[in-house]
């Protein structure tokens, strides 16, 4: 028995809450995977592949947490040169899903690079933190190496999957800011990032015009089809690079739109996500209608990916939906705690980095639930279901484990006070 339990070591906090957020996953994909078996016409099996990923990132966590944390800075060249070479792969030649070619396969496994690039951008950001670091906070240097390695995973990010450029792009100006670097180089980045903004924005909303303006556009330099949307939206499908601007706009469009809508005239096929979603929320009150008895579910597109929230919400009320805000935030101020014990810098900028990329995202999927954002692909963290983020976020939370279990512990005061 002894041995058993000598698998979870390291924080028994955050192994508490890794046990909350795979019970609440496994009840409430299965909830809302109805539409997953109505298709099949098989019960079990959307839940038994769902639990399948939790019990193989479960045993990754395991044997990730025995490695000892300095370790880690071994696989960062290899990991930058596998995040550099699949995101051109998946570019190029990746395999499409709703619109986006984000997944490559390598002998019939199927992932998405830029769940990789993620974290090997953190663990990159983390040692360059660390060696630069000295009295006064980081090196001028600091500031190059990490734009000249992470803007290039942003930009083959960015094409395909908008949404994760941007997290990705906000953890690193979090980890700069935590790590010191000089805040006039933060503010020229600001600053090159919003002239770079406003000029995306002229692109993607093409100066004005409309989606019917640009389709009877025969001189454009991109071929345009006409496609449907996963939330049933039609849309002027642009090939190219660019060929994602159309659903960008659409949704932020969208998001930004204050006009009163009868409900009699709703076009249900462009906004069935947000309205569904907010239905949902709408339903569930102080307490929901429990586990299992959600409505919405069966109209929710992606209810149990990206829109699980929603879900939550119905079925467990005001109540559960805030239990898994702070859940979130537990994880957060767990990290920040692991990190302010750790006498190098290099694992307290790692378990900082992990745990703001995982609550960061986290935070972006329920403000998108509840229409405080547009509308975007990223998955709840730990619980919507997935494949390669399930794995590849329970690997996050076994890096963290590793630095509270390896890494070298600063001494207290009262330690210091022993030892003189």
């Excluded at 596998?82 to 992932?111: K, P």
Aim: aromatic fraction near 10%; proline fraction near 3%.
């Amino acid at each position: 028995m002894t041995k058993i339990f000598n698998i979870f070591k390291g924080d028994k906090c955050i192994w508490i809450l890794f046990l909350f957020f795979c019970i609440i996953s496994i009840v409430e994909v299965y909830s809302a995977s109805s539409i997953l078996t109505y298709k099949t016409e098989d019960y079990a099996n959307p839940i038994l592949k769902h639990a399948g990923m939790l019990v193989i990132g479960f045993f990754a966590m395991v044997m990730v947490l025995h490695i000892p944390c300095s370790k880690f800075k071994i696989l960062i060249p290899f990991l930058l040169i596998f995040s550099f070479i699949f995101l051109i792969v998946a570019l190029l030649n990746g395999e499409s899903t709703n619109g986006a070619q984000r997944w490559v396969s390598i002998l019939g496994i199927q992932f998405q690079p830029s769940e990789i690039a993620k974290g090997t951008a953190v663990l990159t950001i983390a040692q360059i933190l660390s060696f630069t670091q000295t009295e006064l906070g980081a090196d001028k240097r600091a500031f190059s190496y990490i734009l000249w390695v992470c803007l290039p995973l942003i930009v083959l990010i960015f094409f395909e999957n908008f949404s994760t450029a941007a997290l990705l792009f906000i953890v690193m100006l979090m980890m700069m800011i935590i790590g010191r670097i000089p805040k006039k180089y933060i503010l020229r980045l600001l600053l090159w990032v919003g002239i770079i903004g406003a000029i995306s924005v002229l692109i993607v909303f093409g100066v004005g015009k409309t989606d019917k303006q640009l389709a009877s556009n025969n001189s454009s330099v991109h071929t345009e089809t006409t496609v449907a949307q996963e939330d049933g939206s039609s849309l002027i499908k642009r090939h190219g690079l660019l060929h994602r601007c159309d659903t960008w706009k659409n949704r932020i469009t969208s998001f930004l739109s204050s006009d009163e809508i009868d409900y009699k005239n709703y076009d249900w096929d462009k906004n069935g996500q947000k309205a569904h979603a907010k239905i949902a929320i709408a339903t569930g009150g102080l307490t929901g209608t429990l586990p299992g008895n959600s409505v919405e579910r069966d109209w929710l597109p992606q209810a149990f990916a990206d829109f699980i929230y929603a879900i939550i919400i119905e079925e467990m009320g005001l109540f559960g939906a805030l239990v898994v805000v702070i859940m979130y935030i537990i994880l957060l101020f767990r990290v920040a705690k692991i990190a302010n014990k750790c006498e190098r810098n290099f694992p307290a900028f790692l378990v900082l980095g992990l745990g703001l990329l995982i609550c960061t995202q986290a935070f972006f999927n329920m403000c998108v639930t509840v229409g405080l954002a547009p509308i975007t692909g990223q998955p709840l963290p730990l619980i919507s279901k997935g494949g390669t983020s399930t794995i590849i976020n329970c690997i996050y939370l076994g890096m963290i484990l590793s630095v509270s279990h390896t890494a070298k512990k600063r001494k207290t005061e009262s330690e210091i006070v022993k030892d003189l």
